[in-house]
């Protein structure tokens, strides 16, 4: 058995069952769940109609590069989103499709990490949790960066000791943040790229709810389209993933890609190609439609708009909340302990929330996840404000 298993902590969701086993909620009401980042917006017709039309490809071994007409969307899809110098993506050395970017996180730290020189992998927190299984499996050590309401939920770079960096072989940013939703805005992605410079590290920038965002006028900004701003138009040190699962509501199609620096791109292929995850065809085609339409993602965010504003309106008296600059969940601070907040909700109103320590480590003297927690706006619009109304009245009864 790989003893790296043994250093693998219990997943979110474990967790959460074990912490509500004992309970049984109000069967008057009905259960509404924010505790999993699950999309509930429906699947464009035209995706699944495409996945349903290319099933006859099943009689063919698809190829782990994936089809050209798939990278070629896929790069015409990143150069118009984040700006990018025409030809500067070549979809023959640049992207790589995987099936969705949990995977393909998991599976870039074991293709790049070197075992043998105690290697870290700095890494924000709290985090997705595929960061640090990753890290472990690959034999390296994580290194938690905080990001608290002091730092504005996002990483300090400034405060990573030279001796960390000169271990770091691999850095995993998520902008917008997964739970906190905020955003890296472009200096600070330079700033970062100088540091991977200077300290010889990868940057893999997980951008999976870029997508999401509360202004048509000011999308998030992206690793590739800082590099690129920079003159940096071979994105060195540079990987950025991407999913259709946020930004088409289609997680059950498992559907992403990886993009950026060419030589690491030729070695992640290699990896891929003794792995064994190549992409269905049905699954290419669906995504090839899936990339190249805007409208259904304009309309995805006009529903998420409006869950915000409405949920928001009504916790507000209870709590201190604001739109996030990206993503779909909300990130508040609690009145009790986080995973005394997650049972008590359910135990009175039937919903379930994500305790925030579930999220993150103890780091540094504190865990920037303690007394938080997340939910998730993903359920419709008339479940999110009937669960922010028992929210409110939960926490005025505390």
Not at 12 to 41: C, K, N, W, Y
Not at 144 to 168: H, K, M, Q
Request: hydrophobic letters at 40%.
């Amino acid at each position: 058995m790989n003893p790296d298993l043994s250093r693998l902590q219990p997943y979110p969701f474990e967790r959460l069952a074990a912490l509500m086993s004992d309970i049984q909620p109000p069967r008057a009401l009905t259960p509404i769940v924010l505790s999993i980042g699950e999309p509930r917006h429906a699947t464009p017709a035209f995706i699944t109609e495409e996945v349903i039309t290319h099933l006859h490809g099943l009689s063919q071994y698809p190829t782990t590069r994936g089809v050209a007409p798939l990278r070629e969307t896929i790069a015409r899809w990143l150069t118009s989103r984040f700006r990018l110098p025409a030809g500067s993506i070549d979809p023959e050395r640049h992207v790589l499709p995987v099936n969705g970017t949990r995977e393909a996180l998991f599976a870039i730290a074991q293709c790049l990490i070197d075992r043998s020189s105690e290697p870290l992998v700095v890494m924000p927190n709290p985090f997705y949790q595929i960061y640090e299984g990753a890290a472990l499996l690959g034999g390296a050590q994580p290194w938690f960066l905080n990001t608290t309401a002091e730092t504005g939920y996002l990483p300090d770079f400034d405060d990573v000791p030279d001796a960390i960096w000169s271990r770091c072989q691999l850095l995993y940013l998520c902008s917008p943040g997964n739970p906190t939703g905020a955003v890296q805005g472009l200096p600070g992605l330079q700033a970062l790229l100088e540091l991977a410079d200077r300290h010889d590290f990868v940057i893999a920038s997980d951008e999976c709810y870029s997508e999401i965002y509360p202004e048509e006028s000011s999308p998030p900004p992206g690793l590739l389209q800082a590099a690129a701003a920079m003159g940096r138009e071979d994105y060195r040190r540079c990987l950025v993933f991407h999913s259709l699962s946020k930004r088409s509501n289609a997680p059950g199609l498992r559907s992403g890609f990886v993009a950026g620096d060419a030589q690491l791109m030729g070695e992640f292929l290699r990896y891929r190609t003794y792995h064994g995850c190549a992409m269905p065809p049905a699954t290419q085609a669906a995504s090839t439609r899936a990339w190249q339409d805007e409208a259904h993602v304009v309309h995805n965010r006009s529903l998420y708009r409006k869950k915000f504003s409405a949920v928001i309106d009504t916790l507000h008296p209870v709590l201190d909340l604001a739109v996030p600059g990206g993503g779909f969940y909300l990130w508040p601070e609690t009145p009790v302990d986080d995973c005394d907040f997650a049972r008590g909700l359910l135990a009175q109103y039937n919903v379930t929330v994500l305790p925030g320590s579930y999220l993150s480590r103890a780091a540094h003297g504190t865990n920037p996840g303690k007394n938080r927690v997340r939910m998730a706006l993903v359920a419709p619009i008339e479940e999110c404000i009937e669960a922010a109304q028992r929210i409110k009245s939960y926490i005025v009864s505390l």
